[in-house]
Structure formats: C-alpha cells, structure tokens
C-alpha cells in the first residue's frame, strides 16, 4: 500500500542522483519484464536527456554567477578610475561648461536629494525551484534586496543587484512544504540606501 510520498526528490542534485541511479538499472529491469526494445531505448535516451539538460541547467547558473560577479568587479574598478579622470577634467583651467555638458559629467541635482520619496519597482513570479524578482531602478544605482517569511516581522538582507531580474534560489525552510515569503527592495545611490521600500510582493513558493 503506497505511503503517498512522492518518490522523485525535491532538490536538483538529489534529482540528479535518483536520475542516475534509475539510468543505471531501469534497463536491465525493462528487459527482463518483456519491454520492447524500443520503449527500452526511449526510456533509456530520455533519462539520458534529461540529467544532461540538469547538468546544462548548473554549468549554465554557475557561468551566470561568475560573469555577474566578474562584471561588478570590473565596473567598481572602471568607474572608480573614471571619476577620477572626471574630477582631473573638471578642474583643467581649459574645461568649459559646455565641455561638462557634452560629456554629461556634471551631476544632476535631482540624483540623489530627490531620491527621498521615490522607490524602485518590482513584481515576483515562482518557478520551480526559484523566485524571480523583475525589477526597475528608476533612477537608483543599484537595489537592495530583501526578503522574509509571512509572519516574521525582520527583513533579511539576500543581496544588492545592478540587473533585473533577480533570483532567489533559497530552499524552503520546511523541506516539502509550501511557504509563503515577502520581498522588497530598497533603492541604492553611490552605496547608502535612499528613498522609500517598495511594497512588500507577496507569494506562495511550493515545492519544486
């Protein structure tokens, strides 16, 4: 008499692992209890197929990690550098404001005081096994992002991000079962936090 349980697992790398295991013997036992050869062979190419596309699914999320990691690297150092070469420009005797004005290097007075009432935009959408927050700066350099379990009154931080969308690829905090988190964000300019929260985006995260 079955139990109820699901037997396929709920995290990528034990699914890979029951994946692997089922590769590795379903085929002997297709045989012997009179499968034909081709559903063998169908069965067989299909879970082949798919520990390979799961394989893909990690290399590929770990290239993105690393390019997003290696891209904010280079833009802190580059735009250091650059305003460095900006502030030498300015203070040339030969600088002219129109100069300033063709390059874009003088700061808006609107860049950051008028920041204090203003927030980003966001929306969330579950998928299995993730959250993706869309989102739109709106004149911030950067956002915070910050999340919680319906109920808690603490927001935890998860990450700054330059690009939307972002996703979070936390577990469930009850392995099995659904939870339902909160998410917002908080604008960044010139790394201090300014302006309003967004609304917090509520959503159910069931189990992949």
């Not at 007075?109 to 989102?135: C, D, I, M, W």
């Not at 915070?144 to 935890?156: C, D, F, K, P, T």
């Not at 909160?182 to 201090?192: A, C, F, N, S, T």
């Amino acid at each position: 008499m079955s139990s109820g349980a699901d037997f396929y697992p709920n995290r990528d790398a034990e699914r890979v692992l029951w994946l692997r295991n089922v590769r590795g013997k379903v085929e002997g036992y297709l045989k012997g209890l009179g499968f034909e050869a081709k559903r063998v062979k169908g069965v067989v190419d299909g879970l082949d197929g798919l520990v390979g596309s799961f394989e893909a699914k990690d290399k590929a999320y770990a290239t993105y990690k690393a390019q997003v990691a290696a891209h904010e690297a280079l833009e802190k150092t580059a735009v250091a550098d650059l305003r460095k070469l900006i502030r030498e420009i300015k203070a040339n005797p030969g600088c002219t404001d129109a100069m300033k004005a063709d390059l874009q290097i003088e700061g808006s007075s609107s860049s950051t005081a008028s920041q204090g009432n203003k927030s980003p935009s966001l929306s969330a959408e579950a998928h299995p096994g993730f959250v993706r927050l869309s989102f739109r700066k709106l004149g911030f350099d950067s956002v915070n992002v910050y999340a919680r379990l319906r109920g808690e009154s603490a927001w935890h931080f998860l990450a700054r991000d330059t690009h939307s969308p972002y996703d979070d690829h936390r577990p469930l905090a009850t392995p099995g079962t659904p939870e339902v988190r909160e998410y917002r964000l908080i604008g960044v300019v010139k790394d201090e936090e300014q302006g309003l929260p967004t609304d917090a985006a509520a959503l159910t995260v069931a189990p992949a």
